[in-house]
């Protein structure tokens, strides 16, 4: 149910097959999908914050003005590295965020709350603060 491409993990089911899984099926991929969703935003989460830090020691360490360590900081290759890593972990996790939703809808389809309050919960997530789209 659950496959691995390019070191990203998603859920891999259409559609259709959602639809035809049992109730129990249903809510064990979701349920599944959520947790995949927690740990992989926590991951990202946790290296944005290390990002944000590197920059910040690499300014204050950075000799002359302000500009000469803005400079320093943008074209610091290990800077550059970990903002794409940053990036890749932000698509991953969008994508496993269509595949939680995907769930979800198959579940509301079928007339079960659980999907209602999950959706709640993202809401409030996503109003925190911390969008999962801005990556830089």
Request: aromatic share 4%; charged share 30%.
């Amino acid at each position: 149910m659950i496959s691995t491409t390019s070191g990203a993990t998603s859920i891999s089911l259409s559609a259709e097959v959602l639809y035809r899984m049992s109730e129990v099926e249903l809510l064990t991929a979701y349920a599944e999908a959520r947790r995949q969703f927690a740990e992989k935003k926590f991951t990202r989460d946790t290296h944005r914050a290390r990002l944000e830090w590197m920059r910040a020691r690499m300014f204050v360490g950075g000799i002359g003005g302000v500009t000469d360590r803005n400079m320093a900081v943008e074209v610091s290759e290990e800077i550059a590295r970990k903002g794409q890593e940053l990036r890749e972990m932000t698509r991953d996790l969008d994508l496993l965020k269509v595949d939680v939703d995907l769930i979800a809808i198959a579940i509301r389809l079928r007339g079960a709350p659980a999907a209602n309050r999950a959706q709640a919960e993202d809401l409030e997530d996503e109003s925190d603060g911390h969008g999962a789209t801005t990556a830089s």
